[in-house]
């Protein structure tokens, strides 16, 4: 092999992280998440990220991986639903009022439901509730100060 042969064959290359030569918030707005159809969307009922099912599938949820939902079809249906209201691209939770405003500024970028009603199982809650996090879904029938 040549030394040009070398230079196009170099396997080092290929096994470099393409974001690894972008700014830091560069290469964090390239892993964002975003839904790759608007059919069919659903959000995770504890961080309000929403994406298609198969992604969910495929990926699980970002800011949530302690939900498995990824490989397994009947924890997504548990953890994400359908019914949720508005959404909103943000690209820089920290500093975005917005993301502040709506609780997920701690969240990777992405695109996140406004409001998000569903009920998770007993199960997923007293685990969550073990972890010491917080959901964002309400109960259907609960207004927005979350009173019935």
Not at 53 to 65: M, R, S
Request: net charge negative; with cysteine.
């Amino acid at each position: 092999m040549d030394e040009e042969d070398r230079r196009y064959n170099n396997s080092s290359d290929e096994d470099e992280d393409p974001n690894s030569n972008l700014p830091p918030k560069v290469a964090e707005l390239a892993e964002a998440s975003v839904p790759t159809s608007l059919k069919g969307v659903r959000a995770c009922m504890r961080c309000g990220i929403i994406k298609t099912l198969d992604q969910f599938l495929e990926y699980g949820c970002e800011n949530c991986p302690f939900l498995d939902m990824a490989g397994n079809h009947e924890r997504c249906n548990l953890c994400t639903t359908a019914f949720f209201e508005g959404q909103v691209a943000v690209m820089d939770p920290s500093e975005s009022w917005t993301a502040k405003w709506i609780r997920i500024d701690a969240y990777l970028p992405g695109v996140y439901a406004i409001s998000v009603t569903g009920q998770f199982d007993r199960d997923i809650e007293e685990e969550l509730e073990n972890r010491g996090c917080r959901w964002r879904c309400r109960p259907v029938g609960a207004d927005a100060n979350g009173s019935w």
